[in-house]
């Protein structure tokens, strides 16, 4: 490969938010940010949960910083962009923030649904739409990244609210895509299919999970370093030409038969 198409997946000189920072796939994708050379910002609704990773990467000569974030209140996402204004509008931004409430549709009740709509598809659009507005203002492009999941375009059972808003965010992703091209604004999905994380690990090694992981063509469940070199084609040079698109990570658990 020519050195130069390597050079496009590095991220020196540009600033990354990272919503829903304080665990799992957040986290992991601060790290991974930092590593290839972005300042990035965690953001949480608890600045506390996140002095640790800020501290890390730190440590290893990245360049960090927390933020408090409820990713459900347009106050708070103002609040966000308004404490970086040292470091400028972030150019990258990874909407993860995420919650699912698991129990039959017939047992979610409205509080259930408004949690999970709230966080997943408003508060992505909330964010999305802020640091949209202000890369326009400073006349700079940048790069949106969606988190959603293959459940945006299939489903399961017991998680319909979290799949309803996952099918939001892929819509919202391509409506957002079409309408800020001309400004030099990238904005693409991430689908991730079944992902250990330490909030998940106990269900996919217990009998169920494995079960569920027999369904799967690849017979495996992801691992969060799967994510990386598609997260980084979104959000670097690499994907320059890339908006409105969706990109499965899953095993090939979406073309998988019925």
Same mark, same amino acid.
């Given at each position: 490969?020519?050195?130069?198409?390597?050079?496009?997946?590095?991220?020196?000189?540009?600033?990354?938010?990272?919503?829903?920072?304080?665990?799992?796939?957040?986290?992991?994708?601060?790290?991974?940010?930092?590593?290839?050379?972005?300042?990035?910002?965690?953001?949480?609704?608890?600045?506390?949960?996140?002095?640790?990773?800020?501290?890390?990467?730190?440590?290893?000569?990245?360049?960090?910083?927390?933020?408090?974030?409820?990713?459900?209140?347009?106050?708070?996402?103002?609040?966000?962009?308004?404490?970086?204004?040292?470091?400028?509008?972030?150019?990258?931004?990874?909407?993860?923030?995420?919650?699912?409430?698991?129990?039959?549709?017939?047992?979610?009740?409205?509080?259930?649904?408004?949690?999970?709509?709230?966080?997943?598809?408003?508060?992505?659009?909330?964010?999305?739409?802020?640091?949209?507005?202000?890369?326009?203002?400073?006349?700079?492009?940048?790069?949106?990244?969606?988190?959603? @999941?293959?459940?945006?375009?299939?489903?399961?059972?017991?998680?319909?609210?979290?799949?309803?808003?996952?099918?939001?965010?892929?819509?919202?992703?391509?409506?957002?895509?079409?309408?800020?091209?001309?400004?030099?604004?990238?904005?693409?999905?991430?689908?991730?299919?079944?992902?250990?994380?330490?909030?998940?690990?106990?269900?996919?090694? @217990?009998?169920?999970?494995?079960?569920?992981?027999?369904?799967?063509?690849?017979?495996?469940?992801?691992?969060?370093?799967?994510?990386?070199?598609?997260?980084?084609?979104?959000?670097?040079?690499?994907?320059?030409?890339?908006?409105?698109?969706?990109?499965?990570?899953?095993?090939?658990?979406?073309?998988?038969?019925?």
């Amino acid at each position: 490969m020519n050195p130069s198409a390597l050079n496009a997946f590095r991220l020196d000189g540009h600033t990354a938010l990272v919503t829903g920072a304080s665990s799992g796939l957040g986290q992991h994708f601060a790290h991974l940010l930092a590593s290839v050379g972005a300042r990035v910002v965690l953001a949480a609704r608890r600045t506390d949960k996140l002095a640790d990773t800020v501290a890390q990467i730190e440590a290893a000569g990245g360049q960090a910083r927390a933020v408090a974030l409820d990713v459900t209140s347009s106050a708070s996402v103002s609040a966000c962009f308004d404490a970086l204004a040292d470091w400028g509008v972030p150019d990258i931004v990874i909407n993860n923030a995420g919650v699912t409430v698991t129990r039959g549709v017939l047992q979610q009740t409205e509080d259930d649904w408004d949690s999970v709509i709230n966080t997943n598809l408003k508060g992505c659009w909330l964010v999305a739409t802020e640091a949209a507005r202000r890369l326009v203002a400073a006349g700079q492009g940048g790069s949106i990244v969606n988190v959603a @999941s293959i459940l945006g375009e299939r489903v399961a059972g017991g998680v319909a609210p979290y799949a309803i808003s996952k099918a939001g965010v892929l819509q919202a992703t391509k409506a957002m895509a079409l309408e800020l091209a001309r400004h030099r604004i990238r904005v693409n999905a991430l689908l991730p299919g079944y992902v250990v994380t330490d909030l998940n690990r106990d269900f996919l090694l @217990s009998d169920a999970g494995q079960r569920l992981r027999e369904r799967i063509p690849s017979r495996r469940f992801g691992e969060m370093t799967d994510l990386d070199g598609p997260l980084l084609l979104l959000a670097s040079d690499a994907g320059a030409a890339m908006s409105g698109a969706t990109l499965a990570v899953d095993g090939a658990h979406l073309v998988s038969s019925l």
